[in-house]
């Protein structure tokens, strides 16, 4: 009996030396490696012409090929009227028309070829809009905003900017109010609220509704949350989803082939890396590659198939960089 136990385990050992040298002999098949449980983060990043004003508290908006960075603050100068240009085809930064108003904490998006700047801080909160015609490089005055502040987020849909969350001032009050300009008459509309209040957010649209993220409260980065709550302006409601999964604020998002990328951030502990995506349409979060500079206050763009996250504080609070960061998902 030992003798045939120990002929079976031989001739077992054998057969399965050959199951995995010639998986094709003798009817054998090896069944393929299961997949690791915890994949390598995907994207890639290269490193771009850097910002040549660095600074943080900046807003980016992409139009015509190019990422426009505006406005923002410097730990020596305090805050400026800068607007520079980054074309990526030619890897080269360009100077434009500045600010009438330097402002930091401000907003930017592009409808119809011009680029509206909303909101912000300059002494204090401010309700200016300025449009930005790249035609001949000027700016002109719009309607101000009813509730004037700044660290809030905004988007464009249509021909319609939507003014999310933000702050009165440092230490100040949340504002919930979601507030709407229509280009076609130069005014504004109240729509419902944000359900929570928040500054230092990040905003993003996919298929026509608006997800507003993270953020912190009354400007202090002890208080980072997590909230992810989209807005239907079929309906005028809000809906709670899945959480960011790293709460954080001062951070940029942008939108490519419908996900949603959320990159850096700041807390008491230090400025974020972390690059995660949200997929509306499976309500889930991914963690790609993380940024090779973390930052907050940074800017996000995107142009072709490329997102540019530019500038940005190395270090909480008052910082800067000159960081032109390319990220490839």
């Known amino acids: 009996m030992l003798f045939n136990i120990i002929a079976m385990k031989k001739a077992f050992v054998c057969l399965l030396a050959v199951c995995l040298v010639l998986p094709s002999l003798a009817g054998c098949s090896i069944p393929a490696p299961a997949p690791p449980e915890n994949p390598q983060p995907a994207g890639t990043w290269r490193q771009r012409a850097p910002l040549p004003s660095p600074r943080s508290e900046v807003a980016a908006v992409a139009l015509g090929g190019k990422v426009f960075i505006i406005g923002g603050l410097t730990p020596v100068a305090g805050v400026t009227r800068l607007v520079e240009a980054y074309a990526p085809a030619s890897d080269t930064w360009e100077r434009k028309a500045d600010l009438p108003l330097a402002l930091h904490h ?26 930005y015609d790249p035609s001949n490089d000027t700016w002109k005055a719009r309607a101000f905003i009813p509730t004037p502040r700044g660290a809030h ?23 919930a109010a979601l507030e709407v300009y229509d280009l076609a008459t130069d005014s504004w509309e109240v729509k419902s609220p944000l359900p929570t209040a928040r500054d230092h957010l990040a905003v993003g649209v996919v298929d026509g509704k608006i997800y507003a993220i993270g953020g912190r409260l009354r400007h202090s980065f002890s208080s980072n949350l997590n909230v992810n709550e989209v807005y239907d302006p079929e309906t005028d409601t809000w809906t709670v989803k899945s959480p960011l999964p790293t709460a954080r604020s001062g951070i940029a998002a942008a939108n490519l082939r419908g996900r949603i990328y959320v990159f850096g951030g700041e807390s008491p502990g230090g400025t974020f890396a972390d690059n995660e995506g949200y997929d509306p349409t499976s309500d889930t979060w991914t963690r790609f590659t993380p940024m090779p500079t973390a930052r ?3 800017g996000a763009a995107v142009v072709g198939e490329t997102i540019y996250v530019i500038g940005g ?17």
């Open 153 to 175: 987020a905004a988007v464009a849909i249509g021909e319609k900017i939507y003014l999310v969350g933000g702050v009165t001032g440092f230490g100040g009050t949340n504002i």
């Open 296 to 298: 907050h206050g940074l």
């Open 106 to 131: 401000t907003s930017a998006v592009a409808v119809r070829e011009r680029i509206y700047v909303l909101g912000g801080f300059s002494a204090g909160p401010v309700g200016e809009v300025f449009e």
């Open 313 to 329: 504080g190395v270090s909480p609070g008052s910082s800067d960089s000159s960081a032109n960061e390319a990220f490839i998902p």
